[in-house]
């Protein structure tokens, strides 16, 4: 079993249904700025294998806090260029913590799913 199978278990199939937010640039500002909750936003693309590894971790951390004064969702930066530059984003996975519709942390690239749940906790 490889590094990578071992932090990140071996899901590599990501399925773009199965988040319950999509954030796109028709509700990005309502449900991503506006808001009170810490929102927690994963950049992501089809293309991209790394992505592929932290979406499934990122869908599990939003199923396990659906009771929370948060929101976990993602952003298809293929899709939605004008999110992406408005952040800064070049490069992916890139995950942003928002509260008060700025961003107060910050992930590129891959990580096991503590580290996510940690930076999360952090700004609850």
Same mark, same amino acid.
């Given at each position: 079993?490889?590094?990578?199978?071992?932090?990140?278990? /071996? !899901?590599?199939?990501?399925?773009? /249904?199965? %988040? !319950?937010?999509?954030? @796109? /640039?028709?509700?990005?500002?309502?449900?991503?700025?506006?808001? @009170?909750?810490?929102?927690? &936003?994963?950049?992501? $693309?089809?293309?991209? +294998?790394?992505? #592929? %590894?932290? +979406?499934?971790?990122?869908?599990?951390?939003?199923?396990?806090?659906? @009771?929370? /004064?948060?929101?976990?969702?993602?952003?298809?930066?293929?899709?939605?260029?004008?999110?992406?530059? #408005?952040?800064?984003? #070049?490069?992916?996975?890139?995950?942003?913590?928002? !509260?008060?519709?700025?961003?107060?942390?910050?992930?590129? +690239? $891959? &990580?096991?799913?503590? &580290?996510? &749940?940690?930076?999360? !906790?952090?700004?609850?």
């Amino acid at each position: 079993m490889g590094i990578f199978n071992k932090l990140f278990g /071996n !899901k590599t199939e990501k399925n773009e /249904n199965s %988040m !319950k937010v999509i954030f @796109d /640039n028709s509700n990005f500002e309502e449900l991503a700025i506006k808001t @009170d909750k810490i929102v927690m &936003v994963d950049f992501w $693309a089809e293309w991209c +294998g790394p992505c #592929r %590894m932290v +979406g499934p971790i990122v869908e599990e951390i939003a199923n396990e806090y659906t @009771d929370e /004064n948060v929101t976990i969702g993602k952003v298809n930066v293929d899709e939605n260029p004008e999110i992406s530059m #408005r952040f800064g984003i #070049r490069n992916i996975p890139t995950i942003l913590f928002l !509260k008060n519709g700025e961003v107060v942390d910050k992930q590129v +690239g $891959a &990580v096991p799913k503590q &580290v996510l &749940v940690d930076k999360l !906790k952090s700004h609850m």
